[in-house]
């Protein structure tokens, strides 16, 4: 069975700094999806990025962007120039070849001013 | 632009109550449905998903059960509510089984 781990329960950065979070992930299948998404406080969750396995170059969307290291099954977002407005929590997801999206337990971040 | 609308917004019922929830998806054909809970601090976990009008398929067993009446609407229920459905029910839709999903607003339900 698929599994999502995020082992960092909550981070506190400083306005405009760069944070890293981490999710690694297990899976027998060769073709396998990856996601992170954000939910804000009023629990409105936001698809952010995505990273296929079968592509080698990190994903890049606006001041987000994704560590791919296959052989390690990890997949770390990576959030440059925080913004008060980047605090929610953060999940990492995974879709295999099947219809079931399987997420982390989350990672809390704080950005102070 | 797709648009995703959940109702209700937030519930309060007994246990042993029925429940219905339910969302509208505006703006995609035959669109890829799922339903989602998160018990309050917890994680996302799949509850149902259809790929069609009028086939669901189970993910996990809570005692709810979904049905997908028109290509664009989405339905949860139950006839008796438990304790344990308490939380933050989130409809969702996919262009196909291996894209990225976006999720309606929720509904909080709290069963008292």
């Known amino acids: 069975a698929q599994k999502v781990t995020q082992t960092q329960t909550s981070i506190s950065v400083v306005e405009k700094t760069t944070v890293t979070m981490d999710c690694v992930y297990e899976?027998?299948?060769?073709?396998?999806?990856l996601f992170w998404y954000k939910q804000t406080a009023s629990g409105e969750i936001v698809f952010l990025i995505r990273q296929d396995s079968y592509k080698k170059e990190n994903a890049t969307v606006g001041h987000y962007s994704l560590n791919f290291q296959k052989p390690k099954s990890s997949i770390g977002l990576i959030i440059t120039a925080t913004q008060i407005e980047d605090s929610a929590v953060y999940f990492c997801?995974?879709?295999?070849?099947?219809?079931?999206?399987?997420f982390g337990t989350g990672t809390s971040l704080l950005v102070d001013p | 632009a797709q648009t995703i609308h959940q109702w209700p917004v937030a519930e309060i019922k007994a246990v042993g109550s029925p429940l219905s929830l339910g969302c509208t998806i505006k703006g995609k054909s035959s669109p890829n449905l799922y339903w989602y809970w998160q018990a309050t601090g917890g994680t996302l976990q799949q509850l149902f998903y259809?790929?069609?009008?009028?086939?669901v398929e189970s993910v996990v067993q809570l005692n709810l059960s979904a049905s997908r009446p028109k290509d664009d609407q989405f339905i949860l229920s139950t006839e008796k509510l438990l304790l344990s459905h308490s939380g933050f029910y989130l409809c969702a839709w996919s262009r196909d089984r291996n894209t990225e999903v976006f999720f309606g607003k929720g509904t909080r339900l709290t069963v008292v």
């Open positions: 899976t027998r299948d060769s073709s396998y999806f």
């Open positions: 259809s790929i069609t009008v009028g086939q």
């Open positions: 997801a995974m879709r295999e070849a099947r219809y079931k999206l399987t």
